[in-house]
Every structure is written in structure tokens, then in C-alpha cells.
């Protein structure tokens, strides 16, 4: 989970694309557009969490 604002708004921006996609988009372009939100989330995140990713 984020601990500063702006990891809030990252993801609050994520679930914006995602819904926005799933309202506005058909079916292939509603894919390409969350499986690109979603690498592009996970890349930010991954330079950006401090330790490393790894399973708790």
C-alpha cells in the first residue's frame, strides 16, 4: 500500500484509467489501455519501493 500522497495518487489515477476504460472503450482497446495502466503502475512502483519486492 502507498505511504505518501503521491503513491495515493497513483494509484487513485490507475483505477480512474481502468474504470474510464472499462465506460468508454471496446473490448481490445479497453485491454491494450489496463494492461498498459497496470505496467506502467508496476514499474513505478517497482523504482520506487525502498527494500525490494519480494512475498511477506
Keep these: 500500500m502507498p505511504i505518501t500522497w503521491q ?10 484509467i481502468v474504470t474510464l ?6 473490448q481490445g482497446a479497453r485491454t491494450a489501455a489496463i494492461l498498459t495502466a497496470a ?4 514499474v ?3 523504482f ?3 527494500g525490494g519486492w519480494r512475498w511477506r
Design 48 to 50: 520506487k519501493t525502498n
Design 39 to 42: 505496467v506502467l503502475l508496476a
Design 21 to 26: 476504460a472499462n465506460i468508454f472503450l471496446d
Design 44 to 46: 513505478v512502483a517497482a
Design 7 to 16: 503513491g495515493w495518487a497513483l494509484l487513485a489515477l490507475f483505477f480512474a
